[in-house]
């Protein structure tokens, strides 16, 4: 009986087993995927350094210490180094430190400027730290022992510059490695070429016929530069095409070289065993000294790729990557390590090409094709980290507009940006063509590695104390422990600055300038406005009709300011004599969060009483979301300022409403709640609204045109007038295909007479008509400014605008519903 009732039991809760079951297959399955994809993502850098890694530590002052007991020495200084660095540091304790699953130098900024008042960010509200608590973990009491820190952090600005400075600054060295990189890589994998240069000189005869000076290194060369070549020209296809090609490339290289590795070990000396222990790294200063502390910038090139770790992880998630680098990155490269110091430490006189050498003859040729591939790789992910680093500086206000062209549907942080990638192409090229030195470029390279490792150290001793709310000798032993190790290899690569290493400096520098004067120049241009804005007593003295005459659509006005009216509009009001019916001033903003959900993204509110039909709408994006553009813009503003009109007419949503010195302003969510339909309809199936204007354009402009087309009486005039209609009607016909769209209200029987007459009033204005209205700026420096800040407004700053995108372009406006005003700053 009793097994009958257990029996029983079992089966009726066999379903419920069963659906359990599958959940955790089919969750397994999607984690060890991410796990098994991100090889080709975030660790193709980090899995071909042992190509490069030996040759740059031994070729220097530490090839007059060449035995055993140094290559010993130098296996253990890298076996400690990848373990402390890649292993305890990121993979253990700054993974942790995502920011809602995204990484990077800007993901620790953002968290920092979310729990302290730190950011820069001209137009930051009060309203945004409701937003931030999406993104925000616990409650940091006032009385907390951090107060005072915090406190002190806030109350001086001149400590949110140094951090910000300091965000910048290794984000640049971050654009850095995008250039260096690729040359490393490929000129490094090439390089086994010269190892066969005697079985390949028949084959290859080719190459020589052009002239007779050329060498192998200049063949070496040429055939990087064609690769270099193709790699980025393969770009703007996208990652996600050849994305499938990466992981089982990258898990074929490792699982090569680790078992090369480990053959290596058994067969020349297994005695490297040893080195395991950190006595070995005593005995390796003891004997070298100074010598040995130099060749420290080499040695940082085993753990090149390590921040890749942290800046993609918004491809994935941090269990899947810590996986990934557990069981396969770790071991593998640490077996490859191992081999290639015990095939030194009986063959030293191959440190040149001690990858290659060490590389069984049998499988020579395999492996070479492999290491091609997988620097190709590892080019390909930290190009696309650079795409990702200036996408996140451009929203946050800190690089010139660019074109930023999104290449997945459904991973949001894969772009391609055409201007950079061309400008990384001609650098790469530079440094290939300049140096030709691998040691050279590696140089160059640990610089800017061991940088963005102590900026993420600086940053994460903060996260520790405002964001974890650990105590701060936890944070001050972190930056102890490992501020001290990165200062001691960023001390060795800085001694070789004239070998390379000032190219590092000079292109973070030049992208640092950039970076810099553009924030600075925005940063300025913002508070004009601020101190130049329009009087609200101004605009209630002009009246409800502004003093002009009110034609029917709607003028959308950009601004920076999400306060008070910018000086521009007094413009708008003294030189022209009419204006839209409805009026909104649109403000497109970043706040310090990846993404900003649906339904808090738009904040409207109403600029001056009801009869004005003068709004206000904030529209905030993160630093990876995807700005909306088009008609699906326009839409959703309309839509957004008619939820806020039902919402202001009823007392339950006043809990939502948020004081401003205009008025109220609310949160509009994604979803209506207030009883009225706003339908968005085909306007072929309406066509007979007389209001319902297709190309955007006013009635009182449609009224124009005819008795303006009457005027025309000669046939010159008229063939012109025929020339534009024809040169532009592709332009026209694709605008009122793309924009024919009419909404319909329903649900207005129990609805106060004037929100129903404001609702009317706002889509019969849409019908008649969207015009975008933007100011065309000029910033220069006033007489009494310095001479350094003339340099950078009038010449730094002023270059910059004149050669980036415009405005209207990065926001998609449409040119024929645009509208510039020029305006003069000075700042």
């Not at 405002?466 to 290899?489: D, M, N, P, S, T």
């Amino acid at each position: 009986m009793g097994r009958e009732l257990a029996f029983s039991d079992t089966s009726l809760s066999l379903p419920w087993q069963v659906s359990t079951q599958f959940n955790r297959r089919s969750s397994s399955r999607r984690f060890l995927l991410l796990a098994y994809q991100s090889f080709g993502v975030v660790y193709g850098d980090l899995a071909t350094s042992p190509i490069y890694v030996y040759t740059n530590s031994f070729l220097g002052r530490l090839n007059d210490h060449r035995d055993e007991e140094t290559v010993l020495g130098v296996f253990s200084l890298i076996f400690w180094t990848f373990t402390l660095i890649p292993l305890i540091k990121y993979a253990i304790i700054v993974l942790g430190a995502d920011d809602n699953g995204e990484g990077g130098p800007f993901a620790l900024y953002s968290l920092l400027c979310r729990h302290a008042k730190i950011s820069l960010l001209p137009n930051q509200q009060a309203v945004d730290e409701e937003l931030s608590t999406y993104y925000r973990t616990g409650y940091i009491p006032q009385n907390s022992i951090y107060s005072p820190l915090k406190r002190f952090l806030e109350n001086h600005r001149n400590l949110h510059t140094c951090l910000l400075v300091s965000v910048l600054f290794g984000a640049c060295m971050v654009i850095g490695d995008g250039v260096l990189t690729p040359a490393i890589s490929v000129l490094s994998s090439i390089s086994g070429l010269q190892v066969k240069a005697e079985e390949l000189l028949d084959g290859m005869f080719w190459l020589f016929v052009a002239s007779s000076i050329i060498t192998e290194k200049c063949e070496v060369v040429f055939i990087s530069c064609i690769v270099l070549v193709s790699l980025f020209a393969l770009q703007h296809k996208g990652t996600q095409r050849v994305a499938f090609l990466f992981a089982p490339i990258v898990f074929l290289w490792l699982t090569s070289i680790a078992v090369i590795g480990l053959y290596n070990t058994f067969y020349w000396n297994t005695r490297i065993l040893y080195a395991l222990s950190p006595h070995y790294i005593v005995k390796f200063f003891q004997s070298t000294g100074i010598d040995g502390w130099i060749s420290l910038g080499g040695i940082v090139l085993s753990v090149t790729g390590t921040e890749a770790m942290f800046a993609d992880l918004g491809h994935f998630n941090t269990a899947s990557v810590r996986v990934a680098f557990l069981f396969v990155i770790y071991p593998c490269l640490m077996l490859q390590y191992m081999g290639q110091a015990a095939f030194l430490s009986k063959n030293i006189s191959d440190v040149t090409y001690s990858f290659f050498e060490s590389i069984p003859e049998l499988v020579y040729w395999p492996v070479f094709v492999l290491s091609t591939l997988a620097a190709i790789v590892a080019s390909q992910s930290v190009i696309t980290a650079t795409f990702s680093i200036v996408k996140q500086c451009h929203s946050l206000g800190c690089f010139p507009r660019v074109k930023i062209v999104h290449t997945s549907k459904w991973i949001r942080g894969q772009v391609y940006i055409p201007e950079i990638n061309w400008i990384l192409m001609v650098l790469c090229l530079a440094v290939t063509l300049g140096l030709r030195d691998t040691t050279a470029i590696g140089n160059a390279y640990g610089v800017a590695i061991v940088t963005v490792m102590f900026v993420t150290t600086l940053l994460m001793t903060l996260v520790i104390i405002f964001v974890w709310r650990k105590r701060v000798i936890f944070a001050l032993f972190f930056l102890a422990f490992f501020g001290l190790i990165e200062a001691a290899y960023l001390s060795s690569s800085l001694v070789k600055i004239r070998q390379g290493g000032w190219v590092s400096f000079v292109l973070s520098s030049v992208f640092m300038v950039v970076m810099y004067v553009w924030h600075y120049g925005t940063c300025k241009k913002y508070l004009f406005d601020l101190q130049n804005k329009v009087p609200m007593k101004w605009i209630l003295t002009l009246g409800p009709s502004l003093g002009i005459v009110r034609v029917p659509g709607i003028g959308l006005i950009y601004t920076q300011l999400v306060t008070d009216v910018p000086p521009i509009f007094s413009h708008f009001v003294t030189n022209l004599p009419a204006f839209h019916q409805v009026l909104v001033f649109v403000s497109i903003k970043s706040v310090p969060i990846p993404y900003v959900p649906p339904g808090e993204r738009h904040l409207i509110g109403r600029i001056g009483p009801r009869m004005y039909k003068m709004y206000r709408c904030i529209i905030r994006y993160g630093y990876k979301d995807v700005q909306d553009d088009g008609d699906n813009f326009e839409n959703q503003l309309i839509s957004s300022i008619a939820k806020f009109i039902q919402m202001e007419a009823l007392e339950s949503s006043s809990e939502r409403l948020v004081s401003s010195p205009e008025g109220r302003m609310v949160v509009v969510p994604a979803t209506n709640t207030c009883g009225i339909d706003l339908v968005i309809g085909d306007s072929s199936e309406s066509s007979c609204c007389s209001t319902f204007v297709t190309n955007g354009e006013s009635t009182m402009l449609q009224s124009i045109e005819p008795l303006y087309e009457e005027q025309e009486s000669t046939q010159s005039s008229n063939q012109r007038s025929v020339q534009f209609e024809l040169s532009g009607q592709e332009n026209i016909n694709s605008e009122v295909n793309r924009r024919q769209v009419q909404f319909e209200l329903h649900g207005l029987e129990n609805t106060n007479s004037e929100v129903k007459e404001e609702l009317e009033a706002l889509l019969g204005a849409k019908q008649a008509g969207v015009a975008y209205i933007v100011g065309h700026s000029y910033v220069k420096a006033m007489k009494s400014s310095s001479f350094l800040k003339k340099i950078v407004i009038d010449y730094a700053y002023s270059f910059l605008r004149k050669n980036c995108r415009a405005p209207t372009a990065a926001l998609n406006i449409p040119h024929t519903s645009l509208i510039e005003v020029g305006m003069i700053y000075y700042v």
